[in-house]
């Protein structure tokens, strides 16, 4: 047992950090008191624009280092927003909750979003027919078409194959249905197509 020099509190030596110098070559800070200093210290306003300096200069020299991450490790990143999205299921009427009402009190954010989505129906090619979804849904099912897709959301959504910002048509030979998530996970990033 050791006594922490900050709280007070008499602990085990696992709730201190090795160090060659101490005593029983522990700290003389439990780990909670040094976490509590840590933050601390990063919280100042000199320190934490550096660290944001530093952070952004670093993935400025690595701009693939996210993409590489996640294309290897995308089963674990899949499986831990899978269980997480489980565990937290009020999380995002919460979130809708709090921030929309917010959004919609901010028109020159809605004025922005309006012209971006009027550019963007603008350089569609091509035109879709009204009943759409429904066509696509007698053809491939009610499900989202990717194969990784968890199942969780069930919002179903139409995804351009070929991307629009890219050229794609507005067409029904470039379109097939993806769940929200899928389609906003997929973006205009690639060009998969999960149709058979």
């Known amino acids: 047992m050791k006594t922490c020099t900050d ?53 400025r020299d690595n701009p693939d280092y996210n993409r590489k991450y996640f294309e290897k490790n995308r089963e674990h990143i899949l499986e831990l927003n899978r269980n997480w999205r489980i565990a937290n299921p009020d999380y995002m009427p919460e979130y809708l909750a709090k921030y929309l009402p917010e959004y919609h009190q901010r028109p020159e954010v809605k004025e922005a979003d309006r012209i971006r989505s009027l550019n963007r129906y603008r350089s569609l090619v091509g035109e879709l027919p009204k009943d759409c979804m429904a066509i696509l849904i007698g053809r491939y099912g009610e499900a989202c078409m990717n194969p990784d897709c968890d199942g969780l959301d069930s919002i179903l959504t139409i995804d351009h194959v070929k991307p629009v910002s890219k050229g794609g048509l507005n067409t029904m030979d470039n379109v097939q249905i993806l769940c929200y998530t899928c389609n906003r996970r997929k973006g205009n990033r690639n060009e998969n197509d999960y149709r058979s």
């Open 7 to 59: 709280c007070q509190e008499t602990k085990s030596l696992e709730d201190f950090g090795p160090e060659k110098r101490g005593k029983f070559g522990r700290r003389s800070k439990c780990r909670v008191c040094m976490r509590k200093r840590t933050q601390a210290y990063q919280a100042q306003p000199e320190v934490a624009a550096r660290r944001k300096e530093l952070r952004d200069q670093w993935y």
